[in-house]
């Protein structure tokens, strides 16, 4: 493995549409409202991308010291358990990333005030007290409410708020659908974990709750993101195209079955990247839904 390659690795590459979705989706909202900016959008997706990075590099240094990545993995390879890069300068690497993405609050502030800011520093607090710090809330059962509330809440309510400085009912209801798909791809990978994460004392809401509950909660995840699509968009919460994303729910049906019908690591792998893609794509037809003055 090149230098590069092991970089490229740490910075977990497919994880990024998580960063990417809420932005669109808020940027979307914005286009179809008349109030679009291209300097915000672009400021806010740098933004989002640099604290994404950010989570990964630190999730890998952090998960490797308290022994969470070790031989009996079966995700992706982790570059500090490996050896591959030392904890130091994958510790370097997380702060530079937050400095990028400190920039880009700079940036927005003057574009959309100070409130940005507040966003921006509780995102990193978020970001870093996940796996890491005295009392890592991603190791007892609070990762998939973060993740909700960060990546989909606070990330597509904000990516709206930073165009003009408001935040309609509209940027609320999609935020809902956003989230509970992004914190649907994070529960299948702690499904998939579940053995490894219990015997390293990572106390993740798979573990908690056991297999057959996490079924549960994965299936009413990834169908419901589809039923609050369409109400939303019956009720006039958010307008009516963006209830073409529900075309894509048939194509949540794999994942499920593959949930409830298998254990075994290559299986949830896929499952994983069949969540995530169903993740980006409606995030898109969200997007462009929401872009689309009828």
Known sequence: MTRFEAWKTAARIHTLPAALVPVLVGGGLAYGDGVQRNDAFAWALI????IQIAANFANDASDAKRGADNEDRLGPPRMVALGVITSTQMWTATWVA???AAVAGVALTFIAGPLILVI?????VGMLGYVGGPIPYGYRGYGEMSVFFFFGL?????SRYVHDM????AAWALAVPVGMLVTAILVVNNFRDIETDE???KRTLAVILGRDRTRTLFAVLVYGSYLLI???AVVDWTPQATMFAALLAPFSIGPVRIVYAKTGG???????KLTASLHLWTGVVLAAGAAIVL
């Open 199 to 201: 015997a390293a004392g």
């Open 154 to 158: 606070v990330a597509t309510v904000g």
């Open 98 to 100: 937050v400095g990028v």
């Open 266 to 272: 290559l299986a949830l792998i896929r499952a994983l």
């Open 47 to 50: 933004g989002a991308l640099a």
């Open 120 to 124: 921006g520093v509780a995102a990193v």
């Open 230 to 232: 369409v109400l939303f």
């Open 166 to 169: 408001t935040a309609p009912l």
